[in-house]
Nanobody, 122 residues
Framework: QLELVESGGGLVQPGGSLRLSCAAS????????IGWFRQAPGKEREGVSC????????NYEDSVKGRFTISRDNAKNRVYLQMTSLKPEDAGVYYC???????????????WGPGTQVFVSS
């Protein structure tokens, strides 16, 4: 079974940047479209961005368009989420998962990683 692990979270000031990484063990990641999702305390998990298996197609939730960039390096078996101009409302636990169809719907995603925490605060 594909196992995903996120890294790169931490504390950043508003306006700052972070790069999250999603790594796979045991399987080639380039077979799968991968999505990034997040969950803030007391809120439902939501889709943030997705990238197709080839990297040729991406999808973004409206609130992150122009600020977040998803990319993948299939040679390194990783998917990245570059986050810039971070806002307090971007804080939460960020997860990567297989997102069939790149629909940004948590209910249809699979093989969730354990998540990485992002704090945005001054």
């Amino acid at each position: 079974q594909l196992e995903l692990v996120e890294s790169g979270g931490g504390l950043v000031q508003p306006g700052g940047s972070l790069r999250l990484s999603c790594a796979a063990s045991g399987y080639r990641l380039d077979y799968y479209p991968i999505g990034w999702f997040r969950q803030a305390p007391g809120k439902e998990r939501e889709g943030v961005s997705c990238i197709s298996s080839s990297g040729g197609s991406t999808n973004y939730e409206d609130s992150v368009k122009g600020r977040f960039t998803i990319s993948r390096d299939n040679a390194k078996n990783r998917v990245y989420l570059q986050m810039t101009s971070l806002k307090p409302e971007d804080a939460g636990v960020y997860y990567c998962a297989i997102d069939w169809g790149c629909e940004l719907q948590p209910s249809t995603a699979a093989s969730w990683g354990p998540g990485t925490q992002v704090f945005v605060s001054s």
